[in-house]
């Protein structure tokens, strides 16, 4: 996740101010809304703030009422986080906060975050919007990004599809793309990114399934493991795990590989996945692996029978430890 603004640090903004704190939640607010009429938010805060929209609230109170205090990437959509991160807050010389500080300081920083407000910062960021800004980041120089920051992550090489990138990577940077996930490559553009990318999902999932007719077979080990983990995510519960399950059969001879598949479905099983996901837990032929299915997704269960499961998991050698973690954590007591 990357955070680009927070109520708590109000950059550009004099700290004089009686409120510099409130100064800043009006200016997330305002960002906040337009990326919405925009679409460049998720579908889920989307959805929030349309309700917000009909009941009459301000911007201000938009973003109130959403609890929130600080603005960061898991909220927008891929394509809304590569223009945040060209526009909001970056050495260019177009910068949100820096268009901000300059409206607010003709009002005299006395602002309320109504919309008749809004409606004025909105005709400034339609119009920045409108402008050809700096290219997005590429997944490389995002990776960078979180940990060195922007102005070093531009001078970054960014990495373009090339004569001797292979067609079936072509296909699907082509195919996420349709979707609005544009990247070059699925490690740097998605893993390390740490943009959600719910879309993507009914792609990655295909991909998952058919990879083997779709590559050749020297890639299938490396590409298989990439999918994987870019579907090690929660936007694929519900969504990606049969798949998942499939390619653990096919994986059989491959304990690293194993490995990872075992994460993912462990990260994005749902409750309708628990019988599947209890018979991987005693199937002592998994080995190791399969203690990793109590912390990272019984741990997440609210069925009444986990208690019954935990303590079946305590008789045997290879869950005994885990279970006994969960136990403490629920605060169950094992009965004579």
Partial sequence: MIIYDKRSEPLGIPSELTDPEKVCSIRMSFFYLWSYSNNLLLKAPSERIAKLISSG????????????????????????????????????????????????????????????EYESVQSILDEAYSLDLPPTLSGGQIAILRAAGLEVALAQPDERLTATTPPYQKRIVEELALVGVSITDLWSGLVTSHFRYPQAIPILTDWLENYRARTPEEYHRKFGMTLVEVLTTPDAAGLAFSALFNELRLA????????????????TATEKDLNVMLDLLFDESQVDYRKSIIPRYLRRSRDVRIPEFLGKALKDPVLAEEARKEMKRRNLTLKK
């Fill in 252 to 267: 059989s001879s491959d304990e690293y590989y194993q490995w990872l598949i075992f994460d993912a479905l462990s990260r």
């Fill in 57 to 116: 609230a301000s911007a201000l109170e938009i973003f109130q009422n959403l609890r929130k205090t600080r603005l960061t990437s898991d909220e927008f959509t891929y394509a809304g986080n590569g223009y945040v991160i060209k526009y909001y807050r970056n050495h260019h010389e177009k910068s949100y906060i820096t268009d901000f500080s300059g409206w607010a300081a003709k009002k005299n920083w006395t602002l309320t975050g109504d919309m008749k």
